[in-house]
């Protein structure tokens, strides 16, 4: 069964600082990978995804992932952060075969950022 | 481009009765998704449709239920509601097989 593990419940970092959210999978073969974001009151936003090829794939709001597969990771980044990035966000893996198409997630991270 | 909308934004209702909410996916996506996000369980997937039938059901009692009508959009039914089915419900709709999912902004439902 597929897994996805997020160790940071919470992370508080200063804006303008760089941002690191780790995820780290569980899953019999290569997954495909996704990271979301959720402002209070709201639904899921999606970052980014990653498929296949390129192992660092770009996303939006000036977010960015890479695929680590000997580690099993896809640890999401941003160079500065934003007030506006203060969200909660979530890491899900997918089955990259026809066995049913659901989104396994991680439990999320909180981001909170000091001005 | 219109992202997927739910109905109602928020409802409460009392132990033991039904409720039934709505959901209309992205224009030319067939795979609806619904999953529950309960407080300290998580998101949780719940049921998935594609071309009007249920293709894919997570590990939920069958007083959930769902269809999906031939415009795709959806509807997803519980019956008896008890307390622990408080949650946020999202429903989530893609343009097909092991394509990115797409949320709405969900439905609150709480039991009193």
């Known amino acids: 069964a597929q897994s996805v593990t997020q160790p940071d419940i919470h992370i508080t970092v200063s804006e303008g600082a760089s941002l690191e959210l780790r995820c780290n999978y569980s899953?019999?073969?290569?997954?495909?990978l996704f990271w979301y974001v959720q402002s209070p009151g709201q639904g899921l936003q999606l970052l980014l995804k990653?498929?296949?090829?390129?192992?660092l794939v770009q996303g939006i709001k000036g977010f960015e992932a890479e695929f680590k597969r000997s580690q099993s990771s896809f640890n999401l980044r941003k160079p500065s952060v934003h007030w506006s990035d203060a969200a909660e966000y979530f890491c899900?893996?997918?089955?990259?075969?026809?066995?049913?198409?659901?989104?396994?997630f991680g439990g999320g991270t909180r981001l909170m950022v000091k001005p | 481009e219109a992202g997927v909308t739910q109905s109602p934004t928020h409802l409460i209702k009392t132990r033991g009765q039904q409720v039934t909410l709505r959901c209309s996916p992205i224009?030319?996506?067939?795979?609806v998704y619904w999953y529950q996000q309960a407080l300290g369980l998580g998101l949780q997937f719940l049921l998935w449709?594609?071309?009007?039938?249920?293709?894919n059901r997570g590990n939920f009692p069958p007083r959930f239920s769902g269809r999906q009508f031939p415009n795709y959009s959806s509807e997803l039914n519980v019956n008896a509601l008890e307390l622990e089915d408080s949650a946020l419900y999202l429903c989530?709709?893609?343009?097909?097989?092991?394509?990115?999912?797409?949320f709405g902004d969900g439905t609150r439902l709480s039991i009193l």
């Open positions: 989530a709709s893609s343009s097909g097989l092991n394509q990115p999912q797409h």
């Open positions: 899953y019999g073969a290569t997954p495909y």
């Open positions: 990653y498929f296949s090829g390129d192992t």
């Open positions: 899900a893996v997918g089955p990259n075969n026809n066995a049913g198409n659901m989104l396994t």
């Open positions: 224009s030319g996506h067939t795979s």
């Open positions: 449709y594609d071309e009007g039938e249920e293709r």
